[in-house]
């Protein structure tokens, strides 16, 4: 029976409005021809999701995600090279210079793709028929902020696919979130699993009435190949603190600059602090002694930002998440970070590979940067614990827990 073409390992990615292609071809293997024929059969028969060689099922799969992703991009590649998972990806590049995380298109080499300029992102017609036309067994949607995206879980035409919804948001216990559940009720009820990114999101989503079976845990990954190498190649521990992030009031980084001045005026030897990123508090960011304000930088770039610096620092007033902390922690860096970063609870352990601290407290950030400068020796061991903890994270986890989650869609589902 027909199978996934397993030869061409490609990225077609369509720019904008104006229909312009480009392929990228990776490699071509011995049985291009054969799955080719496939692909061809499968696309203009139009055949449902079918049963492959190995016993498994073949599926077509399309997400629609909200703009380009570095930590996204490496855990689709990864999902993508399943032999049995057609993966297709839809989404929004990042225009114009007051963009705060100014991704390439070239972060997506390697993910079959259609990017999309901004001023699509509410052109449902469009976004509609670039979906109906992969005929998705699978469905993956970003969240419910984005209209468009939302609307596609009322096409008729695409009725038979199951719908996967993700989303970081963790539970706060405000009056929109309480109201939530009867607000979308209509657009919840046709969602068949959601992906979350961690504990606070799950707690979300089980007030959102999803019961434990259909939820699943991870849906963010970092790039192991890009940083877990990075801490065996330290030679002598850096020591330098760094933040990498957007530079806007919700990171906090008011309370590190007061942090790090009071820092500075408690040891001999202060070390430097580098900021990496873009947004409005820029400027404020090159007035501080002794810190370095370096701009934006690509997700492939960072690992090696990461091997010249020994800690790892996040002080946000609310960060859903944050995949940075695990990149961090991954190449073996402790992590100080606040309380109300999502990924403190599964990553970082206080004196075992990182210090959480109370949000918005400038002497507990103090503290906590005098004390890492004070057990400097203590920092390679504390870093190499912390990789443990990221690794469940990885894209190459990650994609496993999707790849359970779709076949799990598709086997308990009847025939189209």
């Given at each position: ?121 509410g052109n449902f017609d469009l976004i509609h028929s670039i979906v109906a036309e992969h005929r998705p067994d699978i ?19 695409l009725e038979g696919a199951s719908l996967v919804m993700t989303m970081d948001t963790s539970w706060r216990g405000g ?242």
């Amino acid at each position: 029976m027909p199978t996934r073409p397993q030869g061409v390992a490609a990225q077609r990615v369509t720019e904008g409005p104006t229909g312009r292609e480009r392929v990228l071809v990776a490699g071509l293997h011995l049985r291009t021809l054969d799955r080719i024929l496939h692909c061809l059969a499968y696309g203009f028969l139009q055949l449902p999701c079918i049963k492959v060689d190995d016993g498994g099922l073949f599926m077509k799969v399309v997400i629609c995600w909200p703009t380009i992703s570095g930590y996204m991009a490496a855990a689709w590649r990864e999902l993508a090279a399943f032999d049995d998972v057609d993966l297709f990806v839809i989404t929004f590049r990042h225009e114009g210079s007051d963009a705060q995380a100014p991704y390439t298109d070239d972060v997506m080499a390697g993910v079959p793709c259609r990017l999309l300029n901004m001023s699509d992102r509410g052109n449902f017609d469009l976004i509609h028929s670039i979906v109906a036309e992969h005929r998705p067994d699978i469905l993956v949607l970003s969240g419910w902020f984005e209209k468009a995206f939302r609307r596609l879980a009322f096409s008729k035409a695409l009725e038979g696919a199951s719908l996967v919804m993700t989303m970081d948001t963790s539970w706060r216990g405000g009056i929109r979130q309480y109201l939530a559940p009867l607000i979308l009720r209509r657009y919840l009820r046709r969602i068949d699993r959601v992906a979350v990114i961690g504990e606070r999101a799950w707690q979300y989503a089980r007030r959102l009435g999803f019961s434990e079976a259909h939820i699943l845990r991870g849906s963010y990954a970092y790039d192991h190949n890009c940083f877990n190498p990075v801490g065996q190649r330290r030679q002598e521990w850096p020591r330098r603190f760094v933040y990498v992030g957007r530079y806007v009031q919700a990171k906090g980084l008011d309370i590190l600059a007061s942090a790090y001045g009071r820092y500075r005026q408690q040891v001999t030897d202060p070390w430097s602090l580098s900021f990496y990123g873009s947004g409005p508090l820029a400027p404020m960011l090159r007035e501080i002694e002794g810190a370095e304000e370096h701009g934006f930088v690509q997700p492939a770039d960072l690992p090696s930002v990461f091997e010249k610096h020994g800690v790892f620092i996040l002080p946000s007033r609310y960060e859903p998440w944050a995949l940075v902390i695990a990149e961090a922690a991954a190449s073996g860096m402790p992590v100080i970070c606040t309380e109300s970063c999502g990924a403190s609870v599964e990553i970082v352990r206080s004196f075992a590979n990182g210090l959480v601290i109370p949000t918005e407290d400038v002497s507990a950030l103090t503290r906590a940067m005098v004390w890492m400068h004070e057990h400097a020796d203590q920092l390679p061991a504390m870093g190499e614990s912390g990789r443990y903890f990221a690794e469940a994270f990885s894209a190459r986890k990650s994609a496993m827990k999707w790849k359970a989650m779709f076949d799990d869609l598709v086997s308990s589902r009847p025939p189209r």
